[in-house]
T-cell receptor
């Protein structure tokens, strides 16, 4: 699992509430990513980070924010969850900055009701 | 038109058969091509990657890239029931960490014992 832990693994939340998902890695990789996976869309990049306090937007960043205050932790926040954000969220790291060696966590299944 | 097209299947074949999985893409800037395997309710697992055109072999798996046709393939020889999973192709232009991966939607493969 490349030392990646996502928490929580499952969450049900109500529309309009804030939600934070956590990704923790144990190997000090510089690059970390958040993807979402939806039927009919595949995996899509939300945000990524290239170092502490260094983040950038991906393809589907609207409604999401991220923070990285420590190398090992990358947080994804839904400020006000909507039903369209019901999805499976995956954190990933890339080894030595090469996205040809990107490894994924086990995912967080989020349901917004 | 999506950047990466992949038939979602399901593709059902008998044990021992040779499996061919394919993706087409439209962005000629893609140079790095990855294949991931994803079991149900698990994170994607990197199988192999290929740079530019050509073949790469790893055990029972062979990845093939034809950049002139914008077509990539993954062949699985002597298929086993444990190969039953969803196979995702992914691509990037630079291979660098700041270049997020573009995924196909995945092909659901079933190997019948």
């Amino acid at each position: 699992d490349a030392g990646i832990t996502q928490s929580p693994r499952h969450k049900v939340t109500e529309t309009g509430t804030p939600v934070t998902l956590r990704c923790h890695q144990t190997e000090n990789h510089r690059y970390m990513y958040w993807y979402r996976q939806d039927p009919g869309h595949g995996l899509r990049l939300i945000h990524y980070s290239y170092g502490v306090k260094d983040t950038d937007k991906g393809e589907v960043s609207d409604g999401y924010s991220v923070s990285r205050s420590k190398t090992e932790d990358f947080l994804l926040t839904l400020e006000s969850a909507t039903s369209s954000q019901t999805s499976v969220y995956f954190c990933a790291i890339s080894v030595q900055g090469r996205n040809t060696e990107a490894f994924f966590g086990q995912g967080t299944r989020l349901t917004v009701v | 038109q999506k950047e990466v097209e992949q038939d979602p299947g399901p593709l059902s074949v008998p044990e021992g058969a040779i499996v061919s999985l394919n993706c087409t893409y439209s962005n000629s800037a893609f140079q790095y091509f990855m294949w991931y395997r994803q079991y149900s309710r698990k994170g994607p697992e990197l199988l192999m990657y290929t740079y530019s055109s050509g073949n790469k072999e790893d055990g029972r798996f062979t990845a093939q890239v034809d950049k002139s046709s914008k077509y990539i393939s993954l062949f699985i020889r002597d298929s086993q029931p444990s190969d039953s999973a969803t196979y995702l192709c992914a691509m990037s232009a630079s291979g660098g960490g700041a270049d997020g991966l573009t995924f196909g939607k995945g092909t659901h493969l079933i190997i019948q014992p």
